[in-house]
């Protein structure tokens, strides 16, 4: 079974930074496009940013556009989300899913996801 796992969440300053990880620990993520999606509060799950299996096709939602940065080491088995000038609005559970051929958002595009890593932003 395909397993992923997301690492990196905590409290965090408004204004401040987190860097998330998203971990295959049972299969190679080299050949899935990896998205990452946030679910606030009372919220449905959105997608925030994802990035194709080669690193050359990214995407980001205007909610994050500027101010996420997703990456991915392939060596590693991991693809990272950076979080900067963090706001309220950006509380919630983040979570990574994989996909083959996916260039898209949308969560019913990706067939494996991870249990999820809680994010506060808060003073």
């Known amino acids: 079974q395909l397993q992923l796992v997301e690492s990196g969440g905590g409290l965090v300053q408004p204004g401040g930074s987190q860097r998330l990880s998203c971990v295959a620990t049972?299969?190679?993520?080299?050949?899935?496009?990896i998205g990452w999606f946030h679910q606030a509060p009372g919220k449905d799950r959105e997608g925030v940013a994802y990035?194709?299996?080669?690193?050359?096709?990214?995407e980001y939602s205007d909610s994050v556009q500027g101010r996420f940065t997703v990456s991915r080491d392939n060596d590693k088995n991991t693809v990272y989300l950076e979080m900067n000038s963090l706001k309220p609005e950006d509380t919630g559970v983040y979570y990574c899913?994989?996909?083959?051929?996916?260039?898209?958002?949308?969560?019913?595009?990706?067939?494996?996801w991870g249990q999820g890593t809680q994010v506060t932003v808060s003073s």
């Open positions: 899913a994989a996909g083959p051929y996916v260039y898209s958002l949308r969560s019913d595009r990706y067939e494996f």
């Open positions: 049972s299969f190679t993520l080299e050949f899935y496009t």
């Open positions: 990035i194709s299996s080669g690193g050359t096709n990214i």
